[in-house]
């Protein structure tokens, strides 16, 4: 590289073309030297193909680390965790690793034993749907979202300026925050919504279906991820969503007690209390 500062210089491998790999690639596109697309499913990278979003397409990421400035893991979280522990064998190039993983505590821990040539740091857009692949990819995807940034003691400043480039070029806000508090964080404002719709859907009777609409779809459209990415997530943030659950479930039980015992004043007191917690969360955040 002439200009190893320069996304566009950059010759970058986006490992796992789903959702988010394939939004990143398409955001990406044209934005650096080449693209080269890892995913282990031959028929992803066909379509990676037909729809011209990479240069190059490989089933392993092996065959791509000696063509790559900087990977970016983009797949589920035990995934990234097997990768890290794999990628220490395949080449002694220095290498740039940026995670898209969902939890950070776990991924910068295993970041910390790769070798000196790896340059490591934790990312986390904090945006996405429901429905995933490379079908559902989008280069908007990341406009306007916050990207969480974890670093570790030995990620280098070149590491720290080419993740914010990245970012900004796919028009995300950086956030940077340590690995435990990003996963406390994201286990109230990701994980435990997504227990809380997908229950509320398994609890909701089918012959209710007539009067489904805008209300129960918006409260319960996160129930619709594939379960086998939310529980790589469970797995990974155990701890923080327990907690999370427990502090939900105090809650819950506070409000049952008063509605019992008829303290309908009481309840409007919790139910103006959240709702104004709701506005100072979200609703401050929403541009006008």
């Not at 609409?213 to 086998?228: D, E, V």
């Amino acid at each position: 590289m002439n200009e190893p500062d320069k996304l566009l210089n950059l010759r970058v491998c986006v490992v796992g073309l789903g959702l988010m790999g394939g939004s990143m690639a398409m955001a990406l596109r044209g934005k650096c030297a080449s693209l080269i697309g890892v995913d282990c499913d031959h028929r992803v990278l066909t379509l990676a193909c037909q729809l011209n979003l990479v240069d190059q397409c490989y089933e392993s990421i092996g065959d791509s680390l000696n063509e790559a400035d900087l990977i970016i893991l983009a797949t589920p979280v035990g995934v990234i965790l097997e990768y890290l522990r794999n990628l220490p064998g395949f080449t002694e190039n220095s290498v740039i690793v940026l995670d898209l993983g969902s939890t950070k505590v776990e991924i910068t821990q295993a970041m910390q034993s790769l070798p000196k040539c790896y340059d490591p740091l934790g990312g986390h857009p904090m945006c996405g749907k429901e429905q995933s692949s490379l079908k559902n990819a989008n280069r908007d995807l990341f406009l306007g979202a916050p990207f969480a940034l974890t670093c570790l003691d030995r990620t280098s400043a070149r590491a720290r300026d080419l993740a914010v480039q990245i970012i900004q070029t796919i028009g995300a806000n950086p956030i940077w925050i340590n690995p435990d508090t990003h996963d406390h964080w994201v286990a109230a404002t990701s994980h435990l919504p997504y227990l809380v719709a997908n229950t509320l859907a398994f609890i909701t009777p089918l012959e209710s279906k007539p009067l489904v609409s805008t209300g129960f779809r918006s409260t319960t459209r996160l129930a619709a991820t594939p379960p086998s990415i939310i529980l790589d997530i469970l797995i990974s943030n155990q701890v923080n969503i327990l907690s999370g659950l427990g502090e939900y479930r105090k809650q819950l039980e506070i409000l049952e007690e008063k509605l019992r015992s008829h303290d309908f004043e009481s309840v409007k007191d919790l139910l103006c209390t959240g709702a104004s917690k709701y506005e100072e969360l979200i609703v401050s955040k929403i541009p006008s």
